[in-house]
């Protein structure tokens, strides 16, 4: 499965560069997350390359687990994309807003798997509560990451695929169109269209 590929690239690698986008060498981060609030996805893929590795760092120190490393600094762009108009850039750099959303998500990753684990220690002394129970609790703490699994379902293969290999996989416009078999500004649109149709999911499902 094309996501699952480009999440094992992460794992391995943590969260790879992407390519300078023209235009934003010397783009500050403050005025990036200004132009993807409006939509550009150009100006997000820039922020996320001139932020994505402190992100992953920062997730890995608190969670200390590769892979929920990775899951978790997903979610944190994903948020990043869905609540960029919120950014008040006179409360404080974007770096500093962008690695506070990383922080909070990690710090309620741990939370939940200690709160999980203390279940399933429950659990285990009390023998007459149902396994499902248990089960069906697991669930609730990981319900806004199946969240975001299933909105990404809901966008065409070409759709998924470039998000995919561009966000999580850490692949540039052009490796993606190669891997892909489809022309750059085909890419580009698809991966426009499909981040808006993800928020708009995400949003319907708060």
């Known amino acids: 499965m094309m996501f699952d590929q480009g999440a094992e690239a992460h794992r391995r690698q943590g969260p790879s560069r992407l390519s300078v986008v023209p235009g934003t060498e010397s783009a500050t981060a403050e ?8 939509g550009e996805d150009d100006a997000f893929a820039a922020l996320y ?14 969670v200390r687990d590769p892979a929920q490393a990775e899951e978790v600094a997903q979610e944190v762009f994903v948020e990043v994309w869905r609540t960029a108009t919120r950014f008040d850039e006179r409360r404080g750099s974007a770096t500093a807003w962008i690695t506070t959303i990383a922080h909070r998500r990690a710090v309620d990753r741990v939370r939940s798997a200690q709160a999980a684990g203390e279940r399933e220690r429950r659990a285990a002394a009390a023998s007459a509560v149902p396994e499902y129970d248990q089960a069906a609790e697991a669930a609730a703490g990981r319900l806004e990451h199946r969240q975001v699994r299933r909105c990404l379902k809901t966008l065409t293969e070409l759709q998924r695929q470039a998000i995919t290999l561009a966000y999580y996989g850490g692949h540039t416009y052009r490796q993606v169109a190669t891997l892909l078999e489809t022309a750059v500004p085909t890419v580009k649109s698809r991966i426009r269209d499909g981040l ?8 319907v499902a708060r």
């Open 31 to 38: 005025a990036l997350l200004h132009r993807a609030a409006l």
């Open 196 to 203: 808006v149709k993800l928020r708009d999911c995400l949003e």
């Open 49 to 62: 390359d001139l932020v994505s590795a402190r992100v992953y760092g920062l997730c890995l120190r608190v």
